[in-house]
């Protein structure tokens, strides 16, 4: 406990998000969207058009911005960029896969909720020692 992270506060967290155009104006019809002074969005709606270069882009821009607190990403959009999504280790801003209309949610896929079972297995093996 003594290491733990100092997460960082701002009054005007924001919720960025990656996903199919039905998922996103969901989220944008409920006032997740923002638009900056230099046009900047807070999302990125992925079609058939959409390269994986510029899916890799937003993440990286969203998961560096210091005004995002969540990032959520459509299962399948994250199976696309599976190895930017694995390797992030920080904790703000917070990855979230949720599922989307035409891709079901398949936990086995979801790298956030293997670190946590595998993270409560080692600490249920520790605790019983």
């Known amino acids: 406990m003594a290491n733990r992270v100092q997460i960082p506060t701002n009054n005007s967290a924001l919720i960025a998000m990656i996903a199919d ?20 969005t807070n999302y990125l709606i992925v079609d058939s058009k959409t390269t994986v270069k510029q899916i890799e882009e937003a ?50 896929h979801d790298s956030i909720l293997s670190r946590v079972k595998h993270l409560f297995s080692t600490e249920s093996v520790a605790s019983r020692h």
């Open 21 to 40: 155009e039905d998922t996103v104006v969901g989220f944008l019809l409920a006032g997740v969207g923002n638009v900056d002074l230099r046009r900047k």
């Open 59 to 108: 993440f990286k821009e969203f998961t560096t911005r210091t005004d995002i607190a969540v990032v959520l990403i459509s299962q399948y959009v994250a199976n696309m960029v599976r190895f930017l999504v694995d390797s992030y280790n920080k904790p703000i801003p917070a990855i979230l896969e949720i599922p989307s209309k035409n891709h079901p949610y398949d936990p086995a």
